[in-house]
């Protein structure tokens, strides 16, 4: 944690100079372009303010649909990365063995990989011509898992990225859960599934909630891997491509990104937060 | 449901936050974890349930991750991909990726050279304020660098193009959206290694030996943060090297980044061509990937 010596408050100017250049940056990069996306999200053709985009966004179909498949997509791609990654990265930070090192570093190195390549390794893989189709057609006759266009490869695509975004999360609080406490429950009797019910889950709660706040956030917001894999399934961050590019209704592709921004920003806000103990205040 | 007994501790260390403060600071090691002498031990090696399940879940987790890897490299250096994957060998298709990116591959080189610069020279002093000063608003700096992890690249890039149209042409706004996307993780990775004691304590050790403020900053905090800096460097080249989403409504048509060249193969091109050219990006990325994971291995965040 930080601490700040005792004469810190008499030195405001020195950090006003230090704080000055992100200020700036935050200002001109950040808070301006999101002003002007909003404000354009609620111009009116005649020069004032109204709301009818966003009321018809929301109650047109397609933009309905889009929003409920991004959401599922997320959740279930958040979902199956909590359940292997919580026993997955417990396991890492214990076992401090070659074999462990290596796993870790193979969960890890995708984070460094941008949407669009994940997307293209779901393609290569399990695409019209990928590897394993083309391999089972080889062997058995009959192209099997061939999947990268459909739901089933988005939501292969999304876990890809989930991952080690999330192994991260639970490696960094992998401490909480006391070697101890494990091996007490299993002298009692205790199953695996009891153990992890009722001494990992506990212990690992505020880990759990920030990295799917993360995740969720993430997969709300990712644009790559579904540009890459998606036809004719479209995600939130596709439509506000399409709504610019093909469309060109600037206006409209606002409203749907601050709605998008909105919802990531409240969920990985909200989510993190059930995490908290509940004696911690308000942040001020 | 109730917290554990770890928890709250967890909770200020995990709570809504930059994935990197959570990356590259390592494991808040309590002094009763036996971690290190645990693998000694010999009743580990008949494994309990927690650990077998841990490790079949790590070990399919990492088949996902990694077999795609070779399989791209497979598929680029085969001759016809279409007649099976027998059908021979030839690096023909990486050449040629080779000479149609090379331009993009200086461009991405470039723009994510003048992002480290940028993000260092805002970064570096910002995370030294967070780090040492309680000052009115820290708390509100603090969260409002997380907010580009929060608000998605495509909404930053609209948001961008939509305050600055002039400015488009001149490339300003990629660099721009780029030094915004990376800094949070350069700040994440600076800012606990500035405000470790351990450093802080050297410091001002140099100056009651009479070192300047120069002086203890050129030998004293520099080499002391040299891992969680260098981590940083990597992480942020690694990011905006890789970068698509925010680019995507900025880039220009004459300076088009590696992201967006390899995008448009994945559309349209062949198969072969497309991975001989994702090859080549990740023989970029996936070394410093490697040896950013050495450094986070290292204490990056606490060194």
């Known amino acids: ?284 | 449901m109730t917290a554990g007994p770890g928890a709250p501790a967890a909770a200020r260390d995990s709570a809504p936050s930059l994935p990197d403060d959570v990356v590259r600071a390592p494991a808040p090691t309590s002094p009763t974890r036996p971690s290190a002498r645990r693998r000694r031990r010999p009743e580990q090696v008949p494994l309990d349930g927690v650990t077998r399940v841990g490790r079949a879940f790590a070990i399919g987790a990492a088949v996902l991750t990694l077999v795609p890897i070779p399989l791209v490299l497979l598929v680029a250096l085969s001759a016809s991909w279409r007649e099976g994957p027998f059908a021979g060998l030839t690096t023909q298709w990486l050449v040629e990726a080779w000479t149609r990116v090379q331009g993009n591959l200086g461009v991405s080189v470039r723009v994510a050279v003048l992002v480290l610069v940028l993000d260092l020279l805002i970064g570096f002093p910002a995370a030294w304020l967070i780090a040492r000063h309680r000052f009115p608003g820290r708390r509100l700096l603090q969260a409002v660098s997380t907010v580009p992890i929060a608000v998605p690249g495509i909404a930053i890039g609209l948001g961008l193009i939509l305050a600055y149209p002039t400015l488009r042409p001149s490339g300003v706004l990629m660099v721009a959206g780029h030094v915004l996307y990376t800094l949070p993780f350069l700040l994440g990775a600076l800012t606990p290694a500035l405000g470790d004691p351990a450093v802080r304590v050297q410091e001002s050790v140099a100056a009651t030996l009479g070192a300047g403020p120069v002086r203890r900053l050129l030998t004293v905090t520099l080499p002391g943060v040299r891992g969680a800096l260098l981590a940083a460097t990597l992480m942020v080249l690694t990011l905006s090297f890789g970068e698509f989403n925010v680019a995507f409504f900025l880039f220009t048509p004459t300076q088009q980044p590696l992201p967006v060249v390899l995008y448009d193969g994945y559309l349209t091109g062949r198969l072969e061509a497309a991975a001989a050219a994702t090859v080549l990006f990740l023989a970029c990325v996936v070394p410093a990937a490697l040896a950013l994971e050495r450094l986070g291995g290292a204490k990056v965040g606490q060194a």
């Open chain 1, 1 to 284: 944690m930080t601490s700040a010596g005792p004469r810190a408050g008499r030195r405001l100017p020195r950090a006003a100079a230090l704080g000055a250049p992100l200020g700036a940056l935050l200002l001109v990069v950040l808070v301006w372009p999101l002003v002007t996306m909003a404000l354009r999200s609620v111009s009116a053709p005649d020069g004032g303010v109204h709301l009818g985009r966003y009321v018809e966004v929301l109650t047109s179909g397609r933009y309905a649909e889009s929003l409920v498949f991004t959401a599922v997509l997320a959740l279930a791609s958040t979902v199956l990365a909590l359940v292997i990654c919580v026993p997955a990265g417990l396991y890492l930070e214990r076992d401090r063995t070659r074999t462990g090192r290596g796993l870790a570093v193979a969960m890890t190195v995708p984070l460094s990989l941008p949407g669009i390549v994940i997307g293209f390794f779901i393609i290569l893989t399990v695409g019209n011509t990928g590897v394993v189709p083309t391999l089972t057609e080889a062997v058995t006759g009959e192209r099997m898992l061939q999947i990268s266009y459909t739901w089933a490869g988005l939501l292969l695509g999304y876990l890809y990225f989930q991952i080690p975004r999330v192994v991260l999360v639970v490696r960094g609080a992998a401490g909480a859960v006391r070697p101890e406490a494990v091996d007490v429950a299993r002298s009692l009797g205790a199953s695996t599934a009891t153990v992890y019910r009722r001494v990992v889950l506990p212990a690992l709660r505020p880990a759990i909630a920030s990295s799917a706040a993360l995740a969720l956030a993430t997969a709300f917001g990712a644009f790559g891997t579904a540009a890459t894999l998606s036809r004719g399934i479209r995600v939130v961050p596709l439509e506000v491509a399409s709504a610019f590019t093909d469309a060109f209704q600037p206006e409209l592709a606002a409203t749907l990104s601050v709605l998008l921004a909105v919802l990531t920003t409240v969920i990985l806000v909200g989510v993190g937060r059930l995490g908290e103990a509940r004696v911690q205040g308000r942040p001020a």
